[in-house]
């Protein structure tokens, strides 16, 4: 069946240092993958998607890139912020299936 | 102008009783889910309904009856609550489900419940 896999966390970065939240998938057909954003006592929030390969979904400084040979999806950002410090999730959708599969979440903390 | 709007946000209350989430959306969407937050973050789906038609049912105890009035609502009402009910329960609608672009989910905040 469909399922995502992402690194576990916690992952604790400095200010401006390198992030890679590492994620792969299992999925027939052609999902579409996301990354989703939870900051402390809140919902998700859509961060970027990429709907179909090579695509490269982008947002705040924030990018993945849909790799179907590798199946994977990772989350790279340059320079993070105190502000970035949340928990991510990757995620997996097909069309007409009407259903997400997450992965469980990596913990980013970002120290000033 | 919430999109994606739950209450209460929190609820305590003692094994046994009845309580119930509501979630509303303004964001003109068909499709709604309810999802159960445990404490590790592990996301998992409850059920999903499109245009007020029960249309994902997942392994949940029978205790867990959602309702959609209309396609903007989605309840979810918990009977008989048990310790392990406890976690934060998120509301979500998406546009579409069928179309490649239009099936992101937009979450509410969460409801953390709390059963003691």
């Known amino acids: 069946g469909d399922s995502v896999t992402q690194m576990e966390g916690p992952v604790t970065l400095s200010e401006e240092a390198f992030l890679t939240i590492n994620c792969t998938y299992t999925?027939?057909?052609?999902?579409?993958l996301f990354w989703y954003v939870q900051y402390p006592g809140e919902g998700l929030q859509l961060l970027l998607k990429a709907t179909k390969a090579d695509d490269k979904g982008s947002n705040k400084g924030f990018e993945a890139t849909y790799r179907k040979e590798t199946t994977s999806f990772h989350l790279e950002k340059g320079s993070v912020q105190v502000s970035d410090s949340a928990v991510y999730f990757c995620?997996?959708?097909?069309?007409?299936?009407?259903?997400?599969?997450f992965g469980s979440g990596t913990k980013l903390n970002v120290k000033p | 102008d919430t999109a994606v709007s739950q209450t209460p946000k929190y609820l305590v209350t003692q094994m046994g009783n009845d309580k119930s989430i509501k979630c509303e959306q303004n964001l003109g969407h068909d499709t709604m889910y309810w999802y159960k937050q445990d404490s590790k973050k592990f996301l998992k789906i409850m059920f999903s309904?499109?245009?007020?038609?029960?249309?994902i049912n997942e392994t949940v105890p029978n205790r867990f009856s959602p309702k959609s009035p209309d396609k903007a609502h989605l309840n979810l009402h918990i009977n008989s609550l048990e310790l392990g009910d406890s976690a934060v329960y998120f509301c979500?609608?998406?546009?579409?489900?069928?179309?490649?672009?239009?099936?992101?989910?937009?979450f509410g905040p969460g409801t953390r419940l709390t059963v003691t």
């Open positions: 995620a997996l959708s097909r069309v007409g299936f009407n259903k997400f599969y």
């Open positions: 309904y499109n245009n007020k038609e029960l249309i």
């Open positions: 999925a027939t057909g052609y999902p579409s």
């Open positions: 979500a609608s998406s546009q579409d489900y069928g179309t490649r672009d239009r099936y992101e989910q937009y």
